[in-house]
């Protein structure tokens, strides 16, 4: 039952939220580039008085692969003198950016299409008509 709740914990909303929140802690610390996945994970462990987190412990929370724990998600916060509020609309800011590139890509990518008659697509200036086999 426990393997099930982490599972369950892990694919929502929430978890990816707090992912998506540690890896903005760990990107405003370091001034527009992240700190080094290593380095950030030995600031954590330190903080929450571990021995240590592994990299792919710590990229797999970023990811929000595996449950966030809170204390971590805290830590973090803590450790960068970041507060989670200003987390909250960093991330925000970054969605937004990512969402404005991608809408750009598809705007890109609609212009670029070929015109067509409705019986052939042209290219090049040239008329391509559907064959049927």
């Known amino acids: 039952m426990r393997k099930h709740l982490r599972e369950a914990l892990a694919d929502t909303a929430h978890n990816q939220l707090a992912g998506n929140l540690l890896r903005q802690g760990r990107l405003d610390a370091g001034g527009g580039k992240p700190i080094k996945q290593e380095a950030y994970a030995r600031l954590l462990a330190s903080k929450l008085r571990l021995d240590g987190i592994a990299r792919q412990t710590l990229s797999a929370w970023e990811r929000g692969t595996t449950v966030v724990p809170a204390a971590a998600l805290l830590a973090s916060a803590e450790v960068l003198g970041v507060d989670v509020g200003q987390l909250v609309e960093s991330t925000r800011d970054s969605v937004k950016a990512r969402i404005a590139d991608l809408e750009a890509q598809v705007t890109t990518a609609e212009s670029m299409r070929p015109e067509?008659?409705?019986?052939?697509?042209?290219?090049?200036?040239?008329l391509l008509k559907k064959v049927r086999t």
Do not use: F, L, M, N
Request: glycine residues 28%.
């Open 116 to 126: 067509s008659d409705g019986h052939g697509a042209r290219v090049d200036g040239h």
